[in-house]
């Protein structure tokens, strides 16, 4: 599977997401677009799962025409992520196309 880190996901997650494919916002260029052009240019690149913190995509007006599952963290803490990891993983592994899914993060 292929998971797009959107900005202020902490990159040593990358790690512990194996054995899926993960990139970043960064590594594309892709930082100053809007939710819906990052949103269309991750689909065009067939990515399956974009991984952010930002709590905005949901309202996105072109996210439900998209092909590409949106997962939001609660949190940018690395320790806590950390302490949720098999959450992070269920919601990746069981997230759908077109649907939101979050994972709170105390």
């Known amino acids: 599977m ?3 880190f959107d900005q202020g996901i902490p990159v040593p997650l990358r790690k512990l997401l194996l ?14 677009c809007t939710n819906s052009e990052l949103l269309t240019k991750a689909q065009e690149e067939g990515v399956d799962v974009l991984l952010t913190t930002d709590q905005n995509h949901g309202i996105c ?30 919601a990746i592994e069981t997230s759908t196309p077109g649907k939101l ?3 709170s993060i105390f």
């Not at 054995?19 to 100053?32: A, I, R, S, Y």
């Not at 950390?82 to 269920?90: E, G, H, V, W």
């Open 19 to 32: 054995p899926h494919q993960v990139e970043t916002v960064f590594e594309h260029g892709w930082g100053l």
């Open 2 to 4: 292929r998971i797009l």
């Open 61 to 90: 007006e072109t996210f439900f025409e998209q092909n590409i599952a949106i997962v939001v963290l609660s949190s940018t803490s690395w320790p806590k992520i950390q302490a949720t990891i098999a959450s992070i993983l269920q």
């Open 101 to 103: 899914h979050k994972v």
